[in-house]
């Protein structure tokens, strides 16, 4: 049974960092593609960014050159760094996994959710 489990989530100021880890079991990770998704109040759940099997990744315009997506394969571990952190950056951040090595439409599995609010 695939289990994806977020943390790293919180309360941080305009301009700060937070980085977001998910951990995998259940799967062979290494051979799937990860992504990170998020949702904010009243609205749908967006792409934010995505990894491949190989390490090729990808980037909501939006958070283009803040965020950087990154995977350890020996610890099963996605990580999302998030710099320069906007109010309009708070949501709910997502963990999803897909079956494939590219991500193929949305996550066959996904995580509970981590917090991330911005605010002064």
């Known amino acids: 049974q695939v289990q994806l489990v977020e943390s790293g989530g919180g309360l941080v100021q305009p301009g700060g960092s937070l980085r977001l880890s998910c951990v995998a079991s259940g799967s062979i990770f290494s051979l799937t593609a990860m992504g990170w998704y998020r949702q904010a109040p009243g609205k749908q759940r967006e792409l934010v960014a995505t990894i491949t099997s190989g390490g090729n990744t990808a980037y909501a315009d939006s958070v283009k050159g803040r965020f950087t997506i990154t995977r350890d394969n020996a610890k099963q571990t996605l990580y999302l760094q998030m710099n320069s952190l906007k109010p309009e950056d708070t949501a709910v951040y997502y963990c999803?996994?897909?079956?494939?090595?590219?991500?193929?439409?949305?996550?066959?599995?996904w995580g509970q959710g981590t917090q991330v609010t911005v605010s002064s």
């Open positions: 999803g996994q897909y079956r494939s090595v590219v991500p193929v439409k949305s996550p066959d599995y």
